[in-house]
C-alpha cells in the first residue's frame, strides 16, 4: 500500500512560482511511475506531467509546457512539481498520482490535492 501526501500549495501573484511536492509512504514507491493533474472549479481533471520511475523520462500538456517541471528523489520518495510564471488559468487543486508503468492509464494510488490559486 502506498499512500501520497501533496503539499505546497498555495497564494501566489500571476509570474511568481511554486514548488509542490508529492511525499509517498511504502517501499514500492520507486517502482511507480507518477503523475501530476490538477482540477479547476467546474472543469474536469487535467492530465499535467508525468515521470517514469526512474526519472529519465518525463511528459508535458502543452498548456504547462516550457514553465512547470516535474522530478523525483527516490531516496526520499518525494516527487515536484516546479511551477515558474504562473498564470491565474494555473488555478486548481493539484494531485499526485502512481501508476505501474509510465504508459499507463490507469492509477494505483492518488494524493488528496493541494490548493494552488493564482491572482492575476
Known amino acids: 500500500q502506498v499512500q501520497l501526501v501533496e503539499s505546497g500549495g498555495g497564494l501566489v501573484q500571476a509570474g511568481g512560482s511554486l514548488r509542490l511536492s508529492c511525499i509517498a509512504s511504502?517501499?514500492?514507491?520507486?517502482?511507480?511511475?507518477m503523475d501530476w493533474f490538477r482540477q479547476a472549479p467546474g472543469k474536469e481533471r487535467e492530465f499535467v506531467t508525468a515521470?517514469?520511475?526512474?526519472?529519465?523520462?518525463?511528459y508535458y500538456a502543452d498548456s504547462v509546457k516550457g514553465r512547470f517541471t516535474i522530478s523525483r528523489d527516490g531516496a526520499k520518495n518525494t516527487v515536484y512539481l516546479q511551477m515558474d510564471s504562473l498564470k491565474p488559468e494555473d488555478t486548481a487543486v493539484y494531485y499526485c498520482a502512481a501508476k505501474d508503468r509510465y504508459d499507463a492509464q490507469e492509477y494505483r494510488y492518488w494524493g488528496q490535492g493541494t490548493q494552488v490559486t493564482v491572482s492575476s
Open positions: 511504502g517501499r514500492t514507491f520507486r517502482t511507480y511511475a
Open positions: 515521470i517514469n520511475w526512474s526519472g529519465s523520462s518525463t
